[in-house]
């Protein structure tokens, strides 16, 4: 295994601005969209008081999610020990931060105060995962931070280890914590399952990886940097595991439901009668799980770049469409307010005759979602231009310390 | 040496002066004269407000209480954003208490019933809160702190009985007993000015003309509510979840 060197990103300069450019353009249009519902109020959105999460929640959970999955090849590097994966682990820190950031942003900008963010810094209830939460996520920005100094400053070499095992453990409970929003709400037919919580760990381990690939391929295939077949065969490996894994908890989770009796109502819901939520689900499970893991583990389109961006893509768009069932069809769901009776009448849309909730995402909370992903894109391009996130070449004598 | 300007010098020490008492004036005025007023008195838990609903009254197509709340609340004074669609608003527009018919699946016997934040002893509103706006206070009322609320929407998913609204638009006129404002949450706060001001009602009790919804408190055995709870029988809705609540409902 020969010495890694890193060098910033040198693509020319009009690709580079040209880039930034198209990313600020959209990121304008969501600071845009965010104004406008800040504005005018929720009425402007799909929101209701029955669906009171809309589109951007979707967006930033999966970012969110996705921000503590891309910082785990990096912890395959450090804390695993794996050698391969040692020159990964920059980007890997980075796009953890990024990708965080862009959530968070989406998540406060869909505030229905937003300019009261000091008030959820400095007022806090420790009961509330929330609170807990924004704890875990200012403080995994800052872990990382240090760790990403002790990978990238070779006096701190030494210390990168335990760096990264603590943001490694960090990130295992704030993903846990992301997935308890959802856990712990009794109220929800759909929600308060314990299983909530590894589900969202493994989610991250794949869209993370997901991610971290095609911004990979992309910055590597736009300066002409080498990606060798070593190194691309293991993390298609291993986004096709992760990829099972997902799938895994998927099943488990509705089998489990439809296991009891209560449960059924909800799963017939999502599995069969739901509509948009029923064809997402499935889009999710087959366009989203299964193509995917065809594709990663089939042994030509498998070993092509193209096979795995489609991979990528199709893992990202599905976890997407998985967030969306979650966080919208779980609330779209009547609550069972009154069991072994049907509502038949109701002054606030509780569901009559079991109905569930409408909920039409509007342009200006889809823009608002795009402009987190875009916000993510451009601190990470910014990044990699700036400081030497990027390994020179990735080729397979570069990398693999067994190449003859 | 420099020529000082005192008139310059005077000015600004009034102006300053006069800055001071306008910023600070108001607030110790203020501050007397809440310490005046009797509702400056901390609640204390040695009542329990609470709400008996007997639903076997409760009038098909009747919605007096809900008319009543949303007068006494202000929720009336809201209007429909201009642009909005009316479907969409309906969704939108924030509801304390609404009439619910449900029929049994066995029996096919039909029930009416108002349906309201049921002031949980143990609020997963207030659980989940993470700024602690979403309160219950000593004495049984839940409700949230406008000033701390930032609108996170989490106590709606939390809610068992989608007690809580939020109000989606501009506010323009409200009732001095009920502030809003954009962004927050709200929810059936047993018109707790009622409580500060002593009164011993809730204005959905005064609109039910049969006499269907009871507010009293439930600690005290000779208040009304408790006598009441002691002879019928009355549950809890989603009692499963523990929640012990303070509304309870006869009839069911």
Redesign the interface.
């Known amino acids: 295994m020969k010495k890694i060197l890193y060098r910033e990103w040198g693509i020319s300069g009009p690709q580079y601005w040209g880039l930034l450019a198209i990313l600020g353009a959209v990121i304008a249009v969501a600071g845009f969209s965010a104004l406008y519902m800040e504005h005018?109020?929720?009425?402007v959105t799909?929101?209701?008081?029955?669906v009171?999460?809309g589109t951007p929640h979707v967006f930033a959970i999966f970012l969110i999610v996705a921000a503590s999955g891309a910082l785990n090849v990096a912890s395959i590097g450090s804390v695993f020990g794996q050698k391969m994966y040692k020159p990964l682990g920059r980007l890997s820190g980075l796009l953890a931060i990024t990708l965080l950031v862009g959530g968070l942003l989406v998540l406060v900008l869909d505030?229905?105060?937003p300019s009261?963010?000091i008030?959820?810094m400095t007022?806090?209830?420790f009961?509330?995962?929330?609170?807990w939460n924004?704890y875990l996520y200012v403080g995994f920005l800052a872990i990382v931070a240090v760790y990403l100094f002790t990978m990238m400053e070779r006096k701190m070499n030494p210390y990168s280890r335990a760096a990264g095992f603590f943001a490694f453990i960090w990130r295992l409970i704030l993903t846990t914590g992301t997935g308890s929003?959802f856990g712990?709400?009794?109220?929800?037919q759909g929600y308060d399952a314990a299983l909530m919580a590894p589900m969202f760990i493994v989610m991250s381990f794949a869209y993370g990886l997901a991610v971290y690939l095609l911004v990979l391929m992309f910055t590597f295939k736009l300066e002409g940097r080498v990606l060798g077949d070593k190194i691309m065969g293991r993390l298609k490996n291993l986004l096709g595991v992760f990829v099972a894994a997902v799938f895994y908890f998927t099943a488990v989770y509705h089998l489990t439901n439809l296991y009891g009796t209560e449960n059924h109502a909800y799963e017939a819901f999502i599995l069969r009668d739901g509509g948009i939520y029923t064809q997402l689900f499935w889009a999710s499970v087959i366009g989203g799980m299964l193509l995917p893991m065809g594709i990663l583990f089939h042994p030509a389109l498998g070993k092509s770049h193209g096979g795995v961006i489609g991979a990528s893509v199709l893992v990202i768009l599905g976890g997407l469409a998985s967030m969306y069932v979650i966080v919208i069809a779980g609330?779209a769901f009547p609550?069972?307010?009154?069991?072994?009776?049907?509502?038949?009448?109701?002054?606030?849309?509780?569901g009559v005759n079991g109905a569930a909730?409408?909920y039409i995402p509007s342009m200006a909370e889809f823009l608002l979602g795009i402009g987190g992903i875009a916000i993510a894109l451009l601190a990470t391009f910014v990044g990699i231009r700036l400081l030497r996130f990027l390994p020179m070449s990735l080729a397979d004598e570069v990398v693999d310390p067994h190449h003859a | 040496m420099q020529k000082v300007d005192q008139k310059r010098r005077d000015f600004v020490s009034v102006a300053a002066k006069a800055t001071a008492a306008t910023v600070v004036a108001p607030g110790v005025f203020l501050q007397s004269v809440a310490q005046a007023a009797p509702r400056a008195e901390p609640v204390t838990d040695d009542v329990r407000y609470g709400l008996l609903i007997d639903t076997t009254k409760c009038a098909d197509g009747c919605n007096d209480c809900v008319a009543a709340c949303d007068q006494e609340n202000g929720i009336d004074q809201l209007l429909k954003p201009e642009g909005a669609s009316d479907a969409l608003w309906e969704q939108q527009k924030p509801r304390w208490i609404r009439k619910v018919k449900v029929q049994d699946n066995l029996t096919g016997k039909q029930t009416d019933m108002p349906v309201m934040c049921q002031h949980c002893e143990h609020p997963p509103c207030v659980d989940v809160c993470p700024t602690g706006a979403s309160f219950r206070r000593e004495d049984g009322i839940v409700m949230v702190d406008r000033h701390t609320c930032i609108g996170c929407r989490y106590c709606m998913m939390a809610c068992p009985y989608k007690a809580r609204s939020f109000i989606h638009e501009n506010v323009q006129s409200k009732t001095t007993v009920a502030p809003r404002g954009k962004g927050c949450v709200e929810s059936c706060n047993l018109c707790v000015h009622r409580r500060d001001n002593g009164e011993k009602s809730t204005a959905c009790q005064d609109a039910c003309s049969e006499g269907a919804i009871l507010f009293g408190d439930l600690k005290d055995p000779d208040s009304k509510i408790s006598m009441a709870l002691a002879e019928k029988s009355t549950v809890q809705l989603r009692a499963d979840l523990k929640l012990n609540t303070g509304v309870r409902y006869s009839g069911i």
């Open positions: 005018n109020g929720h009425w799909g929101m209701t008081n029955q009171v999460w505030l229905g105060q009261r963010l008030v959820a007022t806090y209830n009961k509330s995962i929330f609170a924004i929003i712990f709400l009794v109220a929800r609330q609550m069972a307010m009154f069991p072994d009776k049907t509502i038949i009448e109701t002054g606030f849309f509780d909730a409408g």
